[in-house]
């Protein structure tokens, strides 16, 4: 006897991921989540966005490890409420994670919320944490066919990050081959080369950052007023 | 590797499905996988057989239905199944579609087999 079942297998994960949706929207939190191989300049990035944020401003970081509270030790120096998920051998981030450590750092919007995944092109990308954008980081150090060999991630980025630009003149690293393979998989993505180190195309992250800020928060700020 | 995450989900659930059909034995849990679902085939053999091994479960058979990766055309409507990494429509060379397939990982069923009644 064949009984249907129709379920999603990561549906517990989606529920809570759902639930953490409503609550960014409630409290009017943008979340986004970043996603790259280990070692493509996630921690750097944050570092360089934390330091360019003025004091005060309703910020918080959530940032994944298998082990060690390295990351947030060094996202910690800049005055921001910073919490290490020390996921003990899980590949990826889920859900209930999130809003596990959320809850005990007390973070209440309005205001953003930076999610740095484990290191991991793979797993990452099925789980939903209810975040408004995933972004996926690729550094120059890496091939140009990254985006054809992780699809999945790619596939459902709303924005890649180039990073290590300043180090373009010393590797043999095309940022217009690897954007059109991203774009073979993901036609609309959009796309920023930056440097963490130098700060070259950081300008343009961080207006990216306040437009979706924006755009998420206004439908809720109109329905307050 | 989160075939071992993905296989314990699947057990949850069959074990969920099993409870409410008390007496009956669980052959078979069909599952849809996409093509972008990142999901190696092996390795999820591999993390199943380990979960179920020395279980009530350990006959248990797990079968997957793989599923393409398919784009519709928002100019043509063509539906097309992606080759190659690249979701350029086929048909008229459009940039412009949406993902109606491939990140499917679903349970579909489960095969029951309802067992005679001891006592009745």
Known sequence: MRESVEKKVLSENDRLAGELRQRYRDQNILCVNLISSPGSGKTALL?????????????????????????????????????????????????RMVDRHL???????????????????????????????????????????????????????????????DLLPHVDFNPELAFENARKIHPDMEYIALSSRSGEGFDQWLNWLDALQQKVQQPAAATNS | MHEIGIASSILECVAAEKRRHPGARVQSVGVRIGALSNVDKDALDFAFEALTRDTDLESLKLEVEWRPWRQKCLSCSEEYDVQNMDVTCPKCASNSSTCIGGTELDIAYLELEEQPCANP
Not at chain 1, 78 to 86: A, K, L, N, S, T
Not at chain 1, 109 to 135: F, R, T
């Open chain 1, 47 to 95: 570092e360089k966005t934390l330091a360019s944020f003025k004091t005060g401003r309703p910020v918080a970081v959530l940032t994944g490890d298998l082990q060690t509270d390295n990351d947030a030790r060094r996202l910690a120096k800049f005055g921001f409420p910073v919490r290490q998920i020390v996921t003990g051998g899980t590949c990826h981030l889920d859900a």
């Open chain 1, 103 to 165: 809850s005990e750092m007390g973070f209440q919007g309005p205001g953003l919320l930076l999610v740095e995944n484990v290191g991991n092109l793979v797993c990452p990308s099925s789980y939903d944490l209810g975040e408004a954008a995933k972004i996926v980081l690729l550094s120059v150090t890496e091939g140009e066919d990254k985006p054809l060999k992780y699809p999945g991630i790619f596939h459902r980025a709303s924005l890649m990050i180039l990073t290590k630009t």
